[in-house]
């Protein structure tokens, strides 16, 4: 089995800033593509970023200038630094890995439990 678990989220106004991290653990031989997305009340679920093994990232245009998605691939986690935020930003952030287990040869994705970002105005 495999765990992820998400901190760093919290209150913040509006042009602060906050560091999520998610940090998998568990059967793991290696993984994939790592992300992060997020779903605010009464919408649905969106990517927010994405970052493969190399490091090629992927942003929503919203948030493009304003995050950074980064990864440790020795401690299987992904971080996300959001700068300049916006009451939009509000949401539940949740991280999902692709990951490949011991003599399993395909990769499966895995949620965190999901963190709480608030912006106030």
């Known amino acids: 089995q495999v765990h992820l678990v998400e901190s760093g989220g919290g209150l913040v106004q509006s042009g602060g800033s906050l560091r999520l991290s998610c940090a998998a653990s568990?059967?793991?031989?290696?993984?994939?593509?790592m992300g992060w997305y997020r779903q605010a009340p009464g919408k649905q679920r969106e990517l927010v970023a994405t970052?493969?093994?190399?490091?090629?990232?992927n942003y929503v245009d919203s948030v493009k200038g304003r995050f950074t998605i980064s990864r440790d691939n020795a401690k299987n986690t992904v971080y996300l630094q959001m700068n300049s935020l916006k009451p939009e930003d509000t949401a539940v952030y949740y991280c999902?890995?692709?990951?490949?287990?011991?003599?399993?040869?395909?990769?499966?994705?895995?949620w965190g439990q999901g963190t709480q970002v608030t912006v106030s105005s």
């Open positions: 970052i493969t093994r190399g490091g090629s990232t």
């Open positions: 999902n890995a692709q990951v490949i287990q011991p003599l399993r040869p395909y990769a499966l994705g895995y």
């Open positions: 568990g059967s793991i031989f290696s993984i994939n593509d």
